[in-house]
T-cell receptor, first 115, second 112 residues
């Protein structure tokens, strides 16, 4: 158990629908990252939050949005789903300053299947 | 634009021998490099890292080598064990950057 909790583990839905993926970071970690891994691809960075504020944005579609709440958990919202959105979505967390550690700790992922 | 590349999608090695996984990067601003290991149905787990001020870092059976002039790093596993069979991802981060950039991964299979 990495300490990063993601729910749900599996999700099957239809095109056009909207889903929410949830992430609880490791205790004490202030940064939350979201990554997408499509079939046999590398991990593509989507977005990062630090202590409730957006800090970095990657190749995140406009149909996707995220937020980090005061208790530091984060949610990734995916709307108007398309078949190509089927993927593994990973959340990772990282300590904030003064640790400055560069290692991200990943959750087990949420597998989204869009039919 | 793939800034971190792992050109070998798969690698098969005999148990007990050395496994060498390679990674190339294009962004000269990267100054911290990590290797992650991923088993099926699990998230990536951190394995070993190296700062750009070093050219080698060792942790037990795992050694990472960094060649800054060639923008190349490699992970050596000696001796290879069946439990090392997994997908290995190379990742890089630039100074002051907030995100890790990952390669596509290399599937390592250790044969008995």
């Amino acid at each position: 158990d990495s300490g990063v909790t993601q729910t749900p583990k599996h999700l099957i839905t239809a095109t056009g629908q909207r889903v929410t993926l949830r992430c609880s970071p490791r205790s004490g970690d202030l940064s939350v990252y979201w990554y997408q891994q499509s079939l046999d691809q590398g991990l593509q960075f989507l977005i990062q939050y630090y202590n409730g504020e957006e800090r970095a944005k990657g190749n995140i579609l406009e149909r996707f949005s995220a937020q980090q709440f005061p208790d530091l958990h984060s949610e990734l919202n995916l709307s108007s789903l398309e078949l190509g959105d089927s993927a593994l979505y990973f959340c990772a967390s990282r300590p904030g300053p003064p640790s400055g550690a560069n290692v991200l700790t990943f959750g087990a992922g949420s597998r989204l299947t869009v039919l | 634009d793939q800034q971190v590349k792992q050109n070998s999608p798969s690698l098969s090695v005999q148990e007990g021998r050395i496994s060498i996984l390679n990674c190339d990067y294009t962004n000269s601003m990267f100054d911290y490099f990590l290797w992650y290991k991923k088993y099926p149905a699990e998230g990536p787990t951190f394995l070993i890292s190296i700062s750009s001020i070093k050219d080698k870092n060792e942790d037990g059976r795992f050694t990472v080598f960094l060649n800054k002039s060639a923008k190349h790093l490699s992970l050596h596993i000696v001796p290879s064990q069946p439990g090392d069979s997994a997908v290995y991802f190379c990742a890089a981060m630039g100074q002051g950057a907030q995100k890790l950039v990952f390669g596509q991964g290399t599937r390592l299979t250790i044969n008995p």
